[in-house]
């Protein structure tokens, strides 16, 4: 529940911050009032407006996927690492709990080459 509200709360912020971006985005320029008009796309802006672009993308690409695996907690490692587990291990561990019997423990050793 605890993570929820961290959520929602970083949710909030985010938009607190990107609503106000997004209006001043969508103003109408002064360029005629300041002596420069739609020529100063030409140059450095064309080039370095959407190379801006890309790297606030990136980093609210990577914001995301931290805040994604903070959520996730030490669970998701936990996954992870039973992944990693061999599977005579696995097998072994059935054949402890009683899932399968001696007979199909061996003839499944046998199949994986020990």
Wanted: proline share 4%; net charge neutral.
């Amino acid at each position: 529940m605890r993570r929820l509200w961290i959520s929602a709360l970083a949710a909030a912020g985010a938009s607190l911050v990107l609503v106000p971006i997004w209006a001043w985005a969508q103003m109408p320029a002064d360029g005629d009032r300041y002596g420069y008009g739609h020529h100063m796309m030409w140059g450095f802006g064309m080039i370095l407006g959407p190379l801006f672009f890309i790297l606030v993308l990136a980093l609210v690409i990577a914001v995301a996927v931290v805040l994604v695996r903070w959520l996730a907690g030490p669970g998701h490692v936990a996954a992870q690492q039973m992944q990693a587990r061999a599977p005579l291990d696995i097998l072994k561990e059935r054949f402890a709990r009683g899932e399968i019997d001696k007979d199909e423990f061996d003839e499944r050793r046998r199949v994986l080459g020990d």
